[in-house]
């Protein structure tokens, strides 16, 4: 079977172009109809399952918050061997969590970068050098090539539909 290869549309002049601007704001418009649609359908499908999941997690929360408490309680014995204990449905257990640095109640970050200047432990301070963009726009090019940047500044076309414009179809 041969292949067709369809003919591309050419716009040659400014009356042809303001057809076409004209027939793509109303195809957005269509698209944003059906897609708003779709997203009333999606947001009443989400709204109707959770609903019908929402006594199905109270009691989850229920149980597993009954399961948490007895663990608590029996960790000594339960959990003495291992930190896992299977129960045939599934496993529970406890697991350490990963190392983190918080502040002690009263004291504030101001506070403890302070006491690691003070204390020549500024091995502990991060500082993080980067460019500042905002300041290398307003410097000239010469100075920005000495540097290894460049300015750059892209002309992109757009077509931007005048909704208000476009008459009601029926």
Do not use: C
């Not at 940047?149 to 076309?157: G, I, L, N, T």
Request: proline letters at 3%; charged letters at 35%; aromatic letters at 4%.
């Amino acid at each position: 079977m041969a292949r067709h290869k369809p003919d591309p549309l050419i716009v040659a002049s400014l009356e042809e172009a303001t057809a076409a601007v004209g027939e793509i704001a109303a195809l957005d418009r269509k698209v944003q109809a059906i897609e708003a649609d779709m997203q009333a359908e999606i947001d009443a499908a989400k709204a109707a399952a959770k609903a019908r999941a929402e006594g199905l997690r109270m009691r989850r929360k229920e149980l597993a918050d009954a399961v948490g408490v007895f663990a608590k309680l029996n960790k000594g014995t339960l959990f003495r061997e291992a930190r896992t204990l299977d129960l045939g449905y599934g496993k529970i257990g406890f697991r350490l969590s990963t190392p983190s640095i918080v502040l002690e109640r009263g004291v504030t970050e101001a506070m403890s970068l302070d006491k690691l200047r003070e204390l020549g432990l500024t091995d502990g301070i991060r500082l993080k050098e980067e460019l500042a963009r905002d300041v290398l726009l307003g410097w000239p090019d010469e100075r920005l090539a000495l540097v290894g940047v460049k300015r750059q500044q892209r002309d992109a076309f757009f077509i931007d539909t005048a909704k208000e414009k476009l008459p009601e179809e029926a």
